[in-house]
């Protein structure tokens, strides 16, 4: 039998955060639910969780500010609430990390859907796509180790990877030098579900980059085909 998850719900609004408990519960999740940032980090320091639930809307301390506090401590899943017309702070949030993003109002069974698809993403064993006997990836002398889902500098230094990152960043890799549209990126990291948001893949592109040091406006590993999508323009070799 699977572990039952732990998840965290940052909410100011009580009545969500209500909902939410005995809606999770009854889906076999358990919930501790807290109305701000200081509530939040105290049940930080005092429990283990696989993912948070955080609305950026919240008294004090922002969603933003605690986002990047969290992503600070480790490389927890974070899906985003946010309410109707904040672009802005959607696309400010998945630069600082978070792994997906649910507008206000929402349904209870999408957001149960999205947590789902993310804690998939995110676990030692979600993913099963590539080949069991290969070992890593190297590629501009970069190496990628699907089995412990990490990523290596070319000193061999690790370069930590959100569950997000590694997951397009091993889609890239292998299908080397080939475009992946972002329709196609939508549907191997979070399946048709994500909705047309092409912009979290862009997001998501100019975070891996950073850390590839891959500069942006010159990219030389991953390049942006003008009005097709991405491609990893790299030898691969496997190990």
């Known amino acids: 039998m699977e572990p039952t998850p732990h998840i965290l719900v940052i909410d100011d609004d009580r009545e969500i955060r209500d909902l939410l408990a005995r809606f999770l519960e009854k889906q076999r999740i358990r919930v501790t639910a807290v109305r701000d940032g200081k509530e939040a980090r105290r049940a930080w320091l005092n429990g283990h969780y696989q993912l948070v639930v955080l609305d950026l809307m919240l008294p004090g301390e922002s969603g933003l500010d605690l986002a990047r506090w969290l992503r600070g401590q480790s490389d927890i899943p974070i ?9 802005t702070d959607r696309i400010i949030g998945l630069e600082l990390g978070a792994d997906d993003y649910v507008p206000k109002p929402f349904n209870p069974r999408e957001l149960l859907a999205r947590i789902r698809a993310v804690l998939r993403r995110a676990g030692d064993q979600a993913d099963v796509r590539h080949d069991p006997a290969v070992r890593g990836y190297r590629f501009a002398d970069w190496t990628l180790e699907p089995a412990r889902r990490r990523l290596l500098n070319p000193d061999g230094v690790e370069v930590a ?14 299908r080397a030098n080939r475009v992946l549209t972002r329709d196609m990126l939508l549907d191997l990291l979070r399946g048709r579900q994500a909705g047309p948001f092409d912009r979290a893949i862009d997001v998501a592109v100019s975070r ?6 891959d500069d942006g406006r010159n990219a030389q590993l991953i390049k942006t085909v003008r009005g097709g999508g991405y491609v990893l323009a790299a030898t691969v070799d496997r190990l």
Do not use: P
């Open 79 to 87: 899906v985003m609430l946010t309410a109707m017309g904040e672009d």
């Open 161 to 174: 990877l959100t569950g997000g990152e590694y997951d397009l960043l091993l889609a890239l890799v292998e």
């Open 208 to 213: 891996l980059r950073r850390k590839l040091e």
